[in-house]
Nanobody, 123 residues
Framework: VQLQASGGGLVQAGGSLRLSCAVS????????MGWFRQAPGKEREFVATINWNGGSTYYADSVTGRFTISRDNAKNTLYLRMDSLRPEDTAVYYCAVANTKVVATEQGPYRYWGQGTQVTVSS
């Protein structure tokens, strides 16, 4: 299983980015997926998760109302739309595939991880 995250970059506060995560080597549409992030000097934290068919999502409190997770099972791709970005959103963002169909906010259920994409928000 391979996950390739892309779409990160440098953006001003208040701006938007859309991250993508292309998945290969597994039945993409059968499992939940998630986005996590890790800021310098901090532990990796949960951002958003989506169930196997996109019918259920869950977000960290810090991003609720600003970020939107979605998936296209036909394209084996996971997305994270990020609006109203803040400097505290600066981090390396990771996509991951869970071993369950339902949403998962803890890192334990996630078996496969992408390499991460850097998001930097300037003030």
């Amino acid at each position: 299983v391979q996950l390739q995250a892309s779409g990160g970059g440098l953006v001003q506060a208040g701006g938007s980015l859309r991250l993508s995560c292309a998945v290969s080597g597994r039945t993409f549409g059968s499992y939940a997926m998630g986005w996590f992030r890790q800021a310098p000097g901090k532990e990796r934290e949960f951002v958003a998760t989506i169930n196997w068919n996109g019918g259920s999502t869950y977000y960290a409190d810090s991003v609720t109302g600003r970020f939107t997770i979605s998936r296209d099972n036909a394209k084996n791709t996971l997305y994270l739309r990020m609006d109203s970005l803040r400097p505290e959103d600066t981090a390396v963002y990771y996509c991951a595939v869970a071993n369950t169909k339902v949403v998962a906010t803890e890192q334990g259920p996630y078996r496969y991880w992408g390499q991460g994409t850097q998001v930097t928000v300037s003030s």
